[in-house]
């Protein structure tokens, strides 16, 4: 029997199909609250008509929004996971709960930047519960979730101490139980966080000038940050970490009981040094001008090995124009010029009071900056970048005061997961998230020169699959979520003012002539045989104007 599409379906179906491809001119002429919503964008999972009307009585002031966010306290997964454990709404806690858990605080959790940023951060120091050592930690990967948040607004240096130390990239990465070498027996310490603590998490692979740029040799080739030998002598650094079991008494195994204690598993607290499996041999580590201790003696403990090894990467000069790139790229725009890698890094380096790594800082000089906030760079073609299919969902979530259902855990996507939208927090494939910093997509954008990132995860699967949750959620729910439409509906009758107010929330005013003639032509022609029973004529065009705005181009690419 042939499968039956409802008439509204087929109409918005029709009109993302029958025009050909165009490029999309953005409308860059806002209004202050579009301004704010375009904001909201970068900094939160998604602006809401509160978050409007807040930053309307600060006077628009994006600065003083972001102090009150700092000064929030946040919301924190584990305890929510941890309780509905505790209260016997669940009888464990798996994946599914953990999963629950993050959603909710990122869709609703107070704080929403530093919500925002910790996702960011979640996509360079990656784990990722399709990890058996992950998905099977009890509410550890919440636990992870929520350091990130607690380091958003810190500095670079301890969120780099606290990653390097959690119990979840200790089983993701293999430093948990990761054993000084043998040479006797031929052995040698695991070499995976060495490699990723350089390569993703501090100095990147090339050599960088303050702005980014790359630099080469006399040959015009990039000069690499570091070698093999520097990441045998790192990994010799990430020896001897071992679960925190509150023993001060604990044994260890082996011949000699210098091998590491039988402790309970415990994957939340940090990791503590087992001296009798860290390397406390001599270490040499990145040289460079000013760098304290690019050598390290023996006999150290581990832990101030460990201190020794963070300073030497947080200080290194590349660090803070690698870092400040990726963020730039996560928040703001795919392409950012040198010289706004420049400002940042320049941040980082310095907040004004001598500190290096002050997040808030930088976060700062990110959000504010001209070509974070100036209208010219709307309709800069170089400009922004495809918004990430996770913030499209929350971002339509929030813009229409979802409802969610009711008992233990309802923050429930449904089908909405990594299998439809080609990502999910902390579900990445691998060490190298869903996509890469430096991806170029075959193409205009490639042959541009030009880096497109999330284009990675853009391919015909979830180029249908998204829309269909899209459509899913502005018609009926997805998982436990339905949009909440009464505002708009009381704006249907006068289709520009409701087009209007879709633009507003979901594309800060930035939505094309074109589409918004589109979208206008496809809501006047709904008539009173296309409303589905149970629903009214104002909600049917209500839903189609949602559903084609949230499949265009224009909601697609974040400018």
Same mark, same amino acid.
């Given at each position: 029997?042939?499968?039956?599409?409802?008439?509204?379906?087929?109409?918005?179906?029709?009109l993302a199909t029958?025009?050909?491809? +165009?490029v999309? %001119?953005?409308?860059?002429n806002?209004? %202050?609250?579009?301004?704010?919503?375009?904001?909201?964008? /970068?900094?939160?999972?998604?602006?809401?008509?509160?978050?409007?009307?807040?930053?309307k009585s600060?006077?628009?002031?994006?600065?003083g929004?972001?102090?009150?966010?700092?000064?929030k306290s946040?919301?924190?997964?584990?305890p929510?996971?941890? $309780?509905?454990?505790? @209260?016997?709404?669940?009888?464990?806690i798996?994946?599914?709960q953990?999963r629950?858990?993050?959603?909710?605080v990122?869709?609703?959790? @107070?704080?929403q930047l530093?919500?925002?940023? $910790?996702? *960011?951060?979640?996509?360079?120091?990656? #784990?990722s519960?399709?990890?058996s050592?992950?998905s099977?930690? &009890?509410e550890g990967?919440?636990s992870?979730?929520?350091m990130l948040?607690?380091?958003?607004?810190?500095?670079?240096? %301890?969120?780099?101490v606290?990653?390097?130390?959690h119990p979840?990239?200790g089983?993701?990465?293999?430093?948990y139980?990761?054993s000084k070498g043998?040479?006797?027996?031929?052995?040698?310490?695991?070499?995976?966080?060495a490699?990723?603590c350089q +390569?993703?998490?501090?100095?990147?692979?090339?050599n960088l000038n303050a702005?980014g740029?790359?630099?080469?040799d006399s040959?015009?080739? !990039?000069i690499e940050?570091?070698?093999? $030998?520097? #990441?045998?002598?790192?990994?010799k650094?990430?020896?001897?970490?071992?679960d925190?079991?509150h023993?001060?008494?604990a044994?260890?195994?082996?011949?000699?009981?210098?091998?590491?204690p039988?402790?309970?598993?415990n994957?939340?607290?940090?990791? &503590?040094?087992?001296?009798? %499996?860290h390397?406390?041999?001599?270490?040499s580590l990145?040289h460079?001008?000013?760098?304290?201790?690019?050598?390290?003696?023996a006999n +150290?403990?581990?832990d101030q090995?460990? @201190?020794d090894?963070?300073?030497?990467?947080?200080?290194h000069p590349?660090?803070?124009?690698?870092?400040s790139?990726i963020? #730039?790229?996560?928040?703001?725009?795919?392409?950012p010029?040198?010289?706004?890698?420049g400002?940042v890094a *320049?941040?980082?380096?310095?907040?004004?009071?001598? +500190?290096r790594?002050?997040?808030?800082?930088v976060i700062k000089?990110i959000?504010?900056? /001209?070509?974070?906030?100036?209208a010219?760079?709307?309709?800069?073609?170089?400009?922004g &970048?495809?918004r990430?299919p996770?913030?499209?969902v929350?971002?339509?979530l929030?813009?229409?005061?979802?409802?969610?259902?009711?008992?233990?855990?309802?923050?429930?996507?449904?089908t909405?997961?990594?299998?439809t939208?080609?990502q999910f927090?902390l579900a990445?494939p691998?060490v190298f998230?869903f996509?890469?910093?430096?991806?170029q997509?075959?193409g !205009?954008?490639?042959?541009?020169?030009l880096e497109a990132?999330?284009? /990675?995860?853009?391919?015909?699967v979830?180029?249908i699959a998204?829309?269909n949750?899209?459509?899913n959620?502005?018609?009926?729910?997805?998982?436990?979520?339905?949009l909440?439409f009464t505002a708009?509906a009381?704006?249907?009758?006068?289709t !520009?003012?409701?087009?209007?107010n879709i633009?507003?929330?979901?594309?800060?005013?930035?939505l094309?002539?074109?589409?918004k *003639?589109?979208?206008?032509t $496809?809501?006047?022609?709904?008539?009173?045989a296309m409303v589905?029973?149970?629903s009214?004529? /104002?909600?049917?065009r209500?839903r189609l104007?949602?559903?084609?705005? !949230?499949?265009s181009?224009?909601?697609? #690419?974040?400018?």
């Amino acid at each position: 029997m042939p499968r039956r599409f409802s008439p509204i379906l087929l109409l918005g179906l029709l009109l993302a199909t029958v025009a050909p491809a +165009q490029v999309v %001119q953005p409308n860059a002429n806002l209004s %202050q609250d579009a301004f704010a919503s375009r904001f909201l964008a /970068q900094a939160t999972f998604g602006p809401t008509p509160e978050a409007i009307a807040e930053l309307k009585s600060l006077g628009y002031d994006f600065n003083g929004w972001i102090d009150r966010e700092v000064a929030k306290s946040p919301t924190y997964a584990t305890p929510i996971v941890t $309780a509905a454990l505790a @209260s016997g709404g669940v009888t464990a806690i798996g994946n599914t709960q953990n999963r629950r858990a993050r959603n909710e605080v990122m869709i609703s959790g @107070s704080g929403q930047l530093r919500q925002r940023v $910790a996702f *960011a951060l979640s996509e360079i120091f990656v #784990i990722s519960d399709n990890n058996s050592a992950i998905s099977n930690a &009890k509410e550890g990967s919440c636990s992870y979730y929520d350091m990130l948040l607690r380091d958003s607004f810190g500095t670079f240096r %301890q969120l780099l101490v606290d990653v390097t130390y959690h119990p979840m990239m200790g089983r993701y990465l293999n430093q948990y139980h990761n054993s000084k070498g043998n040479p006797a027996a031929n052995t040698s310490a695991d070499e995976n966080y060495a490699r990723e603590c350089q +390569q993703l998490f501090s100095i990147g692979l090339y050599n960088l000038n303050a702005d980014g740029t790359v630099r080469t040799d006399s040959s015009g080739r !990039a000069i690499e940050t570091y070698t093999n $030998a520097q #990441i045998t002598e790192f990994a010799k650094v990430f020896t001897g970490f071992t679960d925190e079991d509150h023993n001060p008494n604990a044994v260890g195994t082996g011949t000699g009981r210098t091998g590491f204690p039988s402790a309970a598993q415990n994957y939340t607290e940090p990791m &503590k040094m087992w001296p009798g %499996q860290h390397d406390t041999g001599t270490k040499s580590l990145h040289h460079y001008a000013g760098a304290r201790k690019p050598d390290l003696p023996a006999n +150290q403990s581990g832990d101030q090995d460990v @201190s020794d090894a963070i300073d030497n990467l947080v200080e290194h000069p590349n660090t803070a124009p690698f870092i400040s790139r990726i963020l #730039i790229q996560r928040l703001v725009t795919s392409n950012p010029s040198n010289a706004y890698v420049g400002r940042v890094a *320049a941040v980082f380096v310095n907040n004004g009071r001598g +500190q290096r790594g002050d997040m808030v800082a930088v976060i700062k000089a990110i959000l504010l900056d /001209q070509e974070a906030r100036q209208a010219p760079f709307i309709v800069d073609p170089e400009h922004g &970048k495809l918004r990430e299919p996770y913030l499209r969902v929350t971002h339509l979530l929030r813009a229409f005061h979802y409802k969610v259902g009711t008992g233990v855990l309802p923050y429930d996507l449904g089908t909405a997961t990594e299998n439809t939208l080609g990502q999910f927090p902390l579900a990445s494939p691998t060490v190298f998230n869903f996509f890469t910093p430096d991806y170029q997509p075959q193409g !205009a954008i490639g042959d541009a020169g030009l880096e497109a990132p999330e284009f /990675q995860i853009q391919n015909a699967v979830f180029g249908i699959a998204t829309p269909n949750i899209f459509y899913n959620l502005a018609n009926s729910s997805v998982g436990g979520f339905t949009l909440d439409f009464t505002a708009q509906a009381t704006l249907a009758d006068n289709t !520009a003012a409701l087009v209007d107010n879709i633009d507003l929330l979901l594309t800060a005013g930035t939505l094309s002539d074109a589409t918004k *003639a589109k979208v206008v032509t $496809a809501v006047n022609a709904v008539t009173a045989a296309m409303v589905p029973s149970g629903s009214t004529i /104002q909600l049917t065009r209500t839903r189609l104007a949602v559903y084609l705005v !949230a499949v265009s181009p224009d909601y697609a #690419i974040q400018k």
